[in-house]
């Protein structure tokens, strides 16, 4: 088994997944390690809890001063959450990118502050390579919520997407598109560098920390699935194992800068669920078919409602609360026999980077969540207009569940300046040279809007950097085209 590399990327999400493939497709000699399974389309089922196995890392919860708890949510397989998210493809808002610059400094050239055109050609060549398309074949629980935003004075807008014309709305992305028509890293970047030979992918391989000789990085060391050993060289390595664990492999491999797991961003979501009359099956729809983005930015109440969706049945029955707390007995057999009468929406909201993760004296992970009265003011917010909505709607019973995250962003931020980030604007560590983030770590000020794109569009970005090899870390350039559709 061959222990060189040009590159090694840890983690196969939208970050890692896309800085893999693209290189591969550049002509450069990639590994490609991720800590959970390889599991394709004839292995994906409407199987809730199998699912939750395979494809998802252990839920984590982190305790608020209330005594609420924040759930985490992520994919732990090989294309990461793009595997089972709901392929959502929303470009940054300016305003969002606007708040980089004043976090840490970043720029575009080391003196124009960093903007949204900077990151356009990117968006370009991912939703190129994905199919991004407009969803405005809407079902009927959509239909059924629209008069309710009318009547509050919002639009409910079409979302653009990830999926192709194959999909059927069957509902199950979150367990893995079983047509492939939902795209993921896996199924485009990582899969057609394999079906050319040119990328290698270790799956169920478990990076352990990062190789650090002097102020370089010069590999990794990790276990397979029988619990080997092994060690890994190349000339650059990219950590993107997501904004919760890039951090901790950090800190475990001795990386000194007080940045690390620092500034996290939740973007924390509730669902909210109306009951209705008449038979919705938000299960058996494309799960965010349409969004309202009049409160998206903080002055105008900095939420964003997406509808129309609801959990399978599992994780619905076990988080349904209202004003009296959770429902419990009668109450959750009655709700549980109407599933299909309910109709859910996902209200997410801006949080200012305030958590933080890191690594405790005893080695475990370490969560702390700070979410601030104008933060919290938002998720109330959200709550209250998504209640207002289903209520408008013909709504007779309005339920909730707790605070969730799945859209962590920031621990590790990029920037000009090393005392308020991690890495320079191209990704690499101030401190360790050879050694770059290419996940949603980057993110200096967490987005109002679904990330996934924009992490693409970061990876697309350092992938082309690495390849350009300024600091000659690679060798001998390939000249090869980017990755296009």
Sequence with gaps: ??????????????????????????????????????????????????????????????????????????????????????????????????????????????????????????????????????????KKSVYTVEPGFRALGADLEAVNAYTDANCTSCGSCIQGCPSNAGKSTMNTYIADALAQGALELRANSTVERVLIEGSEATGVEYVDADGERHTVSAGAVVVAAGALNTPQLLIRSGLDNASVGRHLGLHPVRLVYGLFEELQDAHM?????????????????????????????????????????????PRLVEAVRTFRHWIGFL????????????????????????????????????????????????????????????????????????????????????????????????????LSVNPSLTIMALATRLAEHLDADPNGYLGSGSGAAAVVA
């Design 1 to 138: 088994m061959r222990d060189a590399f040009d590159v090694v990327v840890v983690g196969s999400g939208a970050g890692g997944g896309v800085v893999a493939g693209d290189l591969a497709r550049r002509g450069r000699d990639v590994l490609l390690l991720e800590t959970g399974s390889h599991y394709r389309a004839p292995d994906f089922m409407r199987w809730e809890s199998k699912a939750a196995h395979d494809l998802f890392w252990p839920l984590r919860f982190a305790a608020l001063p209330s005594g609420d708890l924040v759930t985490f949510v992520a994919g732990r397989c090989v294309g990461g959450t793009t595997t089972i998210n709901t392929k959502v493809a929303f470009r940054a808002h300016e305003r969002d990118i606007a708040k980089w610059h004043p976090a840490t400094g970043l720029t575009s050239d080391g003196s124009t502050p960093f903007s949204v055109s900077d990151l356009q050609p990117y968006y370009d060549i991912v939703e190129r390579v994905l199919g991004v398309r407009e969803r405005s074949d809407w």
């Design 285 to 329: 729809v494309y799960p965010i078919t349409a969004h309202c983005v009049k409160h998206q930015h903080d002055e105008d109440g900095g939420f964003v409602i997406e509808a129309t969706t609801i959990q399978d049945p599992i994780s619905f029955a076990t988080t349904l609360s209202d004003e009296s707390g959770p429902l419990w007995g």
């Design 347 to 446: 209200a997410m909201a801006n949080d200012e980077n305030n958590s933080a993760i890191s690594v405790g004296d005893d080695g475990q992970e370490r969560l702390d969540v700070d979410l601030r009265p104008g933060e919290q003011e938002r998720i109330d917010a959200g709550l209250r207009f998504s209640r207002d909505v289903l209520e408008a709607a013909g709504a007779k019973q309005v339920c909730w569940t707790g605070l969730v995250s799945t859209h962590v962003q920031g621990s590790c931020r990029m920037g000009d300046d090393p005392a308020r980030s991690v890495v320079d604007r191209n990704g690499e560590s101030h401190d360790v040279k050879r050694l770059f983030v290419g996940d949603a770590s980057l993110v200096p000020r967490t």
